[in-house]
C-alpha cells in the first residue's frame, strides 16, 4: 500500500498549488479519501473529504471557497486544488484513507513573499 503526495512547494500568497496524492495496493476507487495538513507547533487538521465516487464533503472553514478535493478513480489519484493561498495554508500536507487508515508521507507547502 502507497500513498505518494507531490506538487508542494514555495509560492507567494495569492498563488495556487494543485496536490496530487497517487495511491496503490488498494482498491482506491472504493474508499473515501481525504487531505490533512499539519502546520509547525499545531495539531494535524482535517482539511478536506472526498467520497469513493467523488463528492467533496466536509471541507475546513479556513479553507471554504478557496480549496477544492477532486479525484480520479482511473488514474488512481485525489487532488486538492488550492488558491488564493495565504500565509497560515504553510503546513505539511497529508492524504490519507480514513477506513483503512493509509497515510502517505506528506508534502510541504510554504506560502511566503
Known amino acids: 500500500v502507497q500513498l505518494a503526495e507531490s506538487g508542494g512547494g514555495l509560492v507567494q500568497p495569492g498563488g495556487s498549488l494543485r496536490l496530487s496524492c497517487a495511491a496503490s495496493g488498494f482498491s482506491f476507487r472504493s474508499y473515501d479519501m481525504r487531505w490533512y495538513r499539519q502546520a509547525p507547533g499545531k495539531e494535524r487538521e482535517l482539511v478536506a473529504h472526498?467520497?469513493?465516487?467523488?463528492?467533496?464533503?466536509n471541507y475546513a472553514d479556513s479553507v471554504k471557497g478557496r480549496f477544492t478535493i477532486s479525484r480520479d478513480n482511473t488514474k488512481r489519484t485525489v487532488y486538492l486544488q488550492m488558491n488564493s493561498l495565504k500565509p497560515e495554508d504553510t503546513a505539511v500536507y497529508y492524504c490519507?484513507?480514513?477506513?483503512?487508515?493509509?497515510w502517505g508521507q506528506g508534502t510541504q507547502v510554504t506560502v511566503s513573499s
Open positions: 490519507m484513507t480514513p477506513s483503512l487508515s493509509y
Open positions: 472526498i467520497t469513493s465516487v467523488g463528492n467533496p464533503t
